[in-house]
């Protein structure tokens, strides 16, 4: 298997305890990593592998949960490095983009001053670079449906010092080089510099949750006006676009 930018060249298997086992592809934040993460991940659940209870992916790894009454780990390890030895084979759905739009008025974005201030920016300025982009959603976490999102350029901003007690569902935060979407009413550190009218997790809905790890997000800014209306239309979902 070739290695990606800041992939390895073979991953490690590394145990979680004694009914997890961690695939990791890689050491750092990469869309190539990522994607095996996301590749094996589809493949694993495909199979339905007798043992395995559950898998979880994130940024850079697979956490594979399995009951070690019905599978041995060494089995459990030799069955993942075989689906992994056929992943550059895979063919791969190709990725969707939701359009997620976001209102970045001071009332819903308290912190995007501060993000502007950090970065040397106007506040037009960070609202054109944070939705001029389409991010891979690296993995959904924190509450359901939460997704993380890389920003690999001119942005970043340090998370709070004292994380507030609540913050809205549909506020867009940034923390570090991330950025995401508060999915729940919840605490939260991370700066936040608008709110989408979309509702992410609906727990009524099927899919409850919109967003899908391995496809992209594209954010739209609109008015405050605009933000109303489509709270007041109780929206469902985002717009969806070729990937």
């Known amino acids: 298997m070739p290695a990606a930018n800041h992939g390895y060249a073979e991953p490690r298997f590394l145990p979680a305890g004694d009914t997890g086992l961690v695939v990791e592809f890689g050491n750092a934040v990469d869309p190539d990593v990522n994607r095996m993460v ?51 084979q895979r063919v791969r759905p190709a990725p969707k983009t939701t359009v997620v739009p976001v209102c970045y008025d001071p009332e819903y974005g308290p912190d995007l001053d501060d993000v502007a201030r950090y970065n040397g920016l106007s506040r037009e300025e960070v609202v054109a670079i944070h939705s001029g982009s389409d991010y ?9 449906g939460f997704p993380y999102l890389h920003m690999s350029g001119r942005l970043s901003a340090p998370r709070l010092a004292t994380p507030r007690k609540r913050v809205a569902a549909g506020s ?18 991370w700066r936040i510099i608008g709110r989408t009218p979309l509702r992410l997790y609906d727990p009524g809905r ?17 008015g405050r006006d605009e933000y109303l209306e489509m709270v007041r239309g109780k929206p469902a979902g985002g717009g969806v676009g070729g990937g």
């Open 206 to 222: 099927m899919p409850s949750v919109l967003l899908s790890a391995g496809d992209y997000v594209r954010f739209l800014p609109i």
């Open 38 to 88: 996301h590749a094996l991940c589809a493949a694993v659940n495909e199979v339905e592998m007798p043992g395995v209870t559950e898998v979880v992916p994130t940024y850079r790894s697979l956490l594979v949960y399995y009951d070690p009454a019905a599978i041995l780990v060494d089995d459990l390890e030799r069955a993942l490095r075989e689906m992994v030895s056929g992943l550059a």
């Open 172 to 189: 867009v935060g940034i923390a570090g080089s991330q950025t995401g979407v508060y999915t729940v009413d919840s605490p939260g550190g």
């Open 136 to 144: 891979l959603i690296y993995m959904l976490g924190f509450t359901p």
